[in-house]
């Protein structure tokens, strides 16, 4: 009984850490944009102290440019920028010239792990 009871107890920290990031940090999972492109704002439920923007197969532009107050980082169509330790993120996308949908993901990083938003434009 107590041994139960013992990995019941090792087991206890582990999955409330999955829990966690099951939200995505309270930060949208999708945001679309119309093919003329604009500004979209979106919040989660904690800062980020780093923002990388990635294609499908993992290559994109890290950090950027981080100033004492803000983060800025450009990939291609799209441009993510919010002040250092902030919860909202400003997403500013180009026109879309082409036909074709195309996207990009956006991870904040928080708390040594990051949310994912997948960003589609028309």
Same mark, same amino acid.
């Given at each position: 009984m107590k041994r139960k009871i013992l990995i019941a107890f090792l087991f206890i920290p582990?999955?409330?850490?999955?829990?966690?990031?099951?939200? =995505? +940090?309270g930060y949208p999972s999708k945001i679309t944009f119309q093919k003329e492109g604009g500004i979209i704002f979106c919040s989660g439920a904690k800062s980020c102290y780093l923002i990388e923007i990635d =294609? +499908?197969?993992?290559?994109?532009?890290g950090s950027g440019i981080r100033d004492t107050d803000s983060i800025r980082v450009t990939n291609n169509w799209l441009t993510v920028k919010c002040k250092r330790y902030d919860k909202q993120l400003k997403?500013?996308?180009?026109?879309?010239?082409?036909?074709?949908?195309?996207k990009l993901y956006v991870y904040p990083w928080i708390d040594d792990s990051f949310a994912e938003i997948k960003v589609e434009q028309y």
């Open positions: 582990f999955l409330l850490a999955s829990c966690e990031t099951d939200d =995505n +940090y =294609n +499908y197969n993992g290559n994109g532009a997403m500013t996308a180009a026109p879309n010239p082409s036909r074709k949908k195309r």
